[in-house]
């Protein structure tokens, strides 16, 4: 195609193509929503068990997607075209591949992949597995197969593909930014869009009333209950929409806090929930009216099934490969699966009596491969002794066997004289030795292969077909031959056969497989490269050299290589660039961008700073190589202009300047704002640092940083890229003057572990603040519910302070910052929090391999401080493994039992005592107590220590005298004995006491 | 075209063709609207000098027209294809009927006409010309060329094409009920609207929360509001579309009384107003971006032009005949455009000095047509005597011409030596006699003809060219021949010539016309009947005759066939049946809908009831009747049906139930609602009646019917069809059970005339109520703003009372009526009230031919009681023309001038009279009181008898006697005089008095 299509044009010519595929050509919902799926003709219709085709296209708002007409691909109104099969029509991915071809999208000039990502609709209740689609690094399509909606589980499941409009036509019209793409009649985007699209950006960011329109939504909300109540789904669903429109408008003016969110979405999909619901009663009602229709709507096969092929067993071992092809696999499913594959193959071989030499286990997105080059052609033979009878029942008097005998050797295939009489000790018995001869190899792999699919798990799987079948994505072809010969089995709709598919940019070819033998051979031909290991071994190769050639390095990161590795079948590496003046940009922020959003490596000059390069990888060979990096820079250029549009917006002010707009960012309704939250950790910080023992300095540093803590949040780089938070408050702190300490802080809130002491002071103040806050609200955590992340937060205080072998008590903090809290909380809060973190430093010291009872030995005595916890536990656990041990606190628990039954603490009177022993035992105890440094070693050395003067106590001694005085001196020495481990552990938690 | 497209086939299809036409295709919007012309890429871009062509659907909603999918093609969301042409192509009926054939309307298989349809939008404060495109009777498009949106007016014009689809596909698919259409890919309209259909009515009429939708209406008001302020055109557009839907919502819900509703119209106009504005000023700021488009953008002509032919004089009278070609001009504005022609072609054949015979002026919907059938082919030679200088100094004293006579007789083309002296009241001069030799009849016609046209004028003229010259509709060609020659000239940028068009059914080829002498022929030839008169009598003929066939009358009714006439050039009249049972209805309603809505005439049994035939009229040959007719009798099915769904709908319950229904509809704000309203009637009805002297049994019924009153104005006939109020109350009335009396004044009460007493007092009691009441709350009438239509109501009042000859004393009634308002009205409210209504009744009066000053001195004593006031008035015309009045009002007159200025009625003492004159003239003054019976005619009577008593009493007595006594009882007398025209007329205010 020479002219490249206006905009325009490409929608007709998507729209013509799909209704030739049989789809129902339908008009955009002419009210304003985030995405086609909203529009009744999908968020409706993919409900219940009636087919339905259909394409149409629908503008999108996004508000807070809006960059005031700045960026080249990004917007507030974008448009998508959607598509909805449903059933899946067994080849929706190559039917789009064609829609792409019939715009112009050659897949040999240009690399198209299928990247995980998986939608969820928290305000639908909606979610589904699939893909992003990349044409050479752009995000053009979504492909998703729906599981759910509207809280309720899809049969059959649908095929939703939406086409972003607009990137598709930036990339087939060759431009740098859609705004100077040609829509139609001569007239560009930009002359059609670019207005609107500017004034909304600034309604959105600027103008919007928010109480006004939070009373909107709530008056919605109320109608959309009202149409529900009147059984009306469409108009419910109308509000719906409504309500979510307004929302994000709230969202993009900075107005709704982190809980209220959560409030918000529950709310959508309650609705949303009660729409879907009475939408399936209704078309059940109905008797479901297009459950009858015929053409076009039935399930659709692509002609890949194959028949099985007559079994025969043939002589001698011959090599065995199974080939599963489905829709690309994620990543990590795929190294999962490998994982799996390579222990139960073997196993499920061992198990078949099918000898073999060794199991190879490959994969690709699109195969997972086992092949074994030696595999026995029929099982080993079976010997088993079967009981029978009693051998008294089983031959009569005169030796002759009995009918029971004569039974049992027919029912056993054995003659009946070839039963034997075997004894145990429950006596004597004839047995039956039954002979079994292996089956062919085929037979039993047929047999078995469908279970051992099966037995596959995933963290995500799927249904697409009618036979409900789950795997991480839809399989579409088996390849199983033995040798030459087919093992014969159907999984998931699909029959095993010999032929295999080629590359996609090659148009995925039917690939014949002749015989297993050659399977390695007719993949290597067709370039598709199997192993993982191979194929990271060229990308590491490939982008070391290109790095090299621009005088930089590749910088090895196995988490981005095992993903990238695992996204093609075919790795070439290419090099592109970025505009240098990018570099002004943090660091951080382009990692994050290039890392995170595109899988692309970074290439770093020999000093550790970023060059303007970047590596990634095509799925297939060079041709048109060029074509794909300028598509990939363009890509990089868009994101790269996303985060510049936002740090420049972000350095306009400094970074305190932030702080006031967060007061319309909810915390928690009852705690208040996110300014709230930080003006009560101005309060808090200054506490936690002086129970930290920090100077004076390092405690202004730290209030400071707390005054500042919650400030880019406020920022567009953060709302944008939330995994930057606190990165960003460090990196705008310092450009707006602050300290470098405060920015330090600052950088180091939410790490897992602080460096300096400021930054602990607040990430100990923020991580109780929530936690303390949440609890007294009634928020704590339930079940496997923790919307709020309080476990993380809780074993964030632990680890931070146990890495920093800091001590800290917890039990004060906490006291201190319920004065600050604008709610109630009471004495049993605390105590919930804290036995809250005492659940999570039990978790803690448990994974050390720390033994239970010594754990809560620790904790009884020292749960409230960390890391004064973690030290004792791990002395402790140290301790009992001393051959003494048992005598050690056997000596030490007869002083304890003999005196729990006290109710009071007694004094000693040393010179009331009459016997040595006592006065040893006196001795023995003052110098032990001495001795104490609150450590368990100490502990432990006094009380071995005691040992012997404690045996001849209770020798020579009756504690229990008659007289009072005496029997109670008596007693308060061994109190006081017993008390020797208080604060440290309580000794009584562990075994032998 | 074999087998129909199906409806989103139609839609591909018609935006393929439109894209081939330059337009641009854009989407439908995301905010529901009720038309695509809110969209922006409408109601924004034909703003300004901006070309713009586009094309878009889009899902048109109009809550009221639900019918909860019961009705075969009226719901309450149709789908529009909407097409701008911006400018005008100079062709767009021909562009737009190509399109109809591109989809597989033939237009010879079928009835297509342009009927007028002005367009326009409160709630945008636009409006335009143009016509309903009617197929078969069935209305498929709206084509409108708009004048003016956002009170903007436009320029260049856009021509905006509508089309209905669904109601398209309707016919095309030859089905009853869009709800059996195929919509595409196998799947029927009603699968995929159906539900949501029926639905959203429900929501719409039923359930719709209506305080808090007036909520949200405020809000988004105050958020476009707020975005006008930030100078943002697009989200205050969007604001005011939501305002929109809001209103139509509320609406729906029977939510809105008329004053609210022009007060919302006003807030959306309001806010149109300012955006359009913003968006010009927005435009001109970027220098109108798209002024620079160049191809497919500029204005195209049709190839229509022609340029002219030579001009010379030929011997002899010739024929001559123009003809303005247009689009079909309205009915009225063709008869209006015959008439003027009639007078105004002799006028400037006169004018021009061209000698002619007669003229003949004839007109169909396309084409006025002069023709005369003998015109002079020059000018008639003129004459003129021109003064020049005094002849003292023309001629020297040799009697030799001076350079002043040289110079003058060189100015006025004649030898010196023709010069004449001639003598006049100032002296003498020379004079030239010139000769003006008559210029040929096409160089002066070319030059007039012009002016002649553009000196037509219209009820609504439009403009649609740069041109900017107005006229009904476009002008698109003129011939203008004389004999055979082409009379050159161009107007409104089309240049004369000799093609005329054809029939449209025809596709309107060209017609060439040789020679003038054979246009009436040529015409005939292709069908085309020129005269009005000759189409009224075809169209009379055939109805007379189809009728008779069915056993049926044709009932004349000339406005009608005026207009049908009207619509066509070639009449062929078609019978059409309808299903009996719709003859359940009302016949009011039957005929309403037929004559109103479609132009059909009812056809009548012998007894006056209705048949189940309609006549109606097609533009063309017979031809595919058939099909023609079964489209029409299809829309009236869709038609009654409709009006089938109201009745049932509104005699489920009885009429009185419509009543507390009231009370969402607001009749003002202050002054409450409809239900306030029947209230206050049922409690002033009584109070009229008791003024006109009812009976106690009249009175009843009287406010029977007030507690009735307004309640039809709840039911849907009367929501839908204003025009049947109080004749569906008096209906509904009757299917309740209430009385025949009671109907029958609710059936009146809208009329002109009442004819039943309690209806009189109803009619009486509701306009004063509405009078009062709204001048109460300061909403009287200003300048020619006349929301509530006030003055129809104080004329209902007078003409009413007049007709019926009823006196009644409107200031005492509005005086009881103040007692019940719900707001003060003060003396001045009712002082304001009788004197706007005195205003009204010198109009009437003065209608009349009653001289101003017999109203005045009528009014002056009268004012308040309409029929007195009116018989009063037509008596004292009559008076003041007899001979002797002036005498009879002198001698009047001096009675009342000597007492004037006396401040005290006196007291006659007839013992005190001493002179016989006195006594004579008391006498005479007895009698003439005496006689007094509230008439004119009685009081001038007396008057006259006065004259000679009053003569000689003013010869014989000095009035101004020095005693006291004796002067005051003779101003006593003469007062008594002055006071006998008192409560009847102001003799005063005539003239000569």
Known sequence: MSTPLSFQDIILCLLAYWKDQGCLVQQPYNIQVGAGTMN????????????????????????????????????????????????????????????????????????????????????????????????????????????????????????????????????????????????????????????????????????????????????????????????????????????SHLFNVLDTRGAIGVTERANYFRRMRNVARDVSALYIAQRQEQDYPLLQRGPGQEQQTDGQIQTGEPVSASAGPHPFVLEIGSEELPAADLTAALAQLRTAVPALLTDLRLDYDTVEVHGTPRRLVVFVPQLASRQTDLETVVKGPPASRAFDATGQPTPAALGFARSRGVAVTAL??????????????????????????????????????????????????????????????????????????????????????????????????????????????????????????????????????????????????????????LCGRFEEHFLALPAEVLVAVMKKHQRYFPVYAPDGRLLPYFLTVRNGDAVHLDMVTTGNEQVLRARFADAEFFYKHDTQHPLADCVPRLATLTFQAKLGSMLDKIRRLEQLTPIVARLLGLTAEETAVAQRAAALSKADLATRMVVEMTSLQGIMGGHYARTSGEPEAVAAALAEQYNPVSTTRPGLALALADRLDSLLGLFAVGLAPRGSNDPFALRRAALGVIENLVANQTSFDVRQALAELAKLLPVASAAETIAAVLSFMHGRMEGVLRERGIPAAVVRAVLAEQGDNPHAASQAATALAEAITAPDWPEVLASYSRCVRITRQLHETLVVQPEAFTLPAEQTLWVAYQAAAASQDGTVAQLVAALRNLVPAITIFFIDVLVMDEDLAVRNNRLALLQHIASLPKGIVDLSCLEGF
């Open 420 to 573: 034997q009489v075997v004894e145990d000790q429950a006596g004597r018995y004839v047995a039956a030795v039954v002979h079994e001869t292996g089956r062919p190899a085929p037979e039993v792999l047929a047999e078995a292969l469908p279970g051992c699919i099966a037995g596959l798990t995933f963290g995500k799987s799927m249904r697409w077909n009618a036979t409900n079948v789950s795997y991480s994505r839809p399989l579409r072809w088996l390849v199983a031959l033995y040798g030459p010969q087919v093992v014969p089995f159907t999984y998931a709709g699909v029959a095993s056969g010999r032929t295999s598919r080629g590359l996609r940019p090659y148009d995925s070819p039917a690939i014949v497989i002749d015989d297993a033998a050659n399977y390695a051979r007719i993949m290597q031909e067709h370039s598709i490269v199997t192993s993982v290991e191979a194929r990271q071994a060229t990308i590491t190769a490939a982008a070391t050299a290109l790095a090299t050639r621009q005088g930089g390095r590749y910088r090895p990161d196995q988490a981005l290589l095992d993903e990238v590795a695992n996204l093609v079948e075919y790795p070439t590496v």
């Open 40 to 243: 009744p003709a999908t968020a409706l219709r993919v409900l219940g068990p009636e087919p339905w085709n259909v394409v149409y296209v629908e503008p999108s708002i996004r508000p807070d997607d809006g960059r005031f007409g700045d960026n080249p691909n990004r917007m507030q109104m974008h448009h998508q075209l959607q598509v909805i099969l449903k059933p899946d029509p067994g080849n929706p991915q190559e039917r789009y591949l064609k829609s792409l071809e019939a715009i112009g999208i050659d897949p040999r000039q240009h690399d198209i992949r299928f990247v995980e990502d998986n939608w969820e609709s928290p305000a639908l209740g909606a979610w589904g597995l699939g893909w992003e689609v990349w044409l050479d690094g752009q995000e053009i399509t979504q492909f998703t197969y729906f599981q759910q909606a509207g809280g309720q589980p899809l049969e059959p499941v649908s095929v939703e593909i939406t086409y972003g409009l607009d990137r598709i036509t930036l990339a087939l019209q060759g431009l740098e930014s859609v705004w100077s793409m040609e829509y139609g009649a001569g007239i560009s985007y930009n002359d059609v869009l670019l207005a609107s699209e500017i004034e909304h950006c600034r309604y959105y960011f600027e103008i919007a009333d928010v109480e006004a329109l939070k009373a909107v939504y709530d008056t919605y909300e109320r109608e959309a209950i009202r149409c529900l109540e009147a059984r009306l789904v469409f108009p419910a669903h109308d509000y719906n929409l409504k309500c």
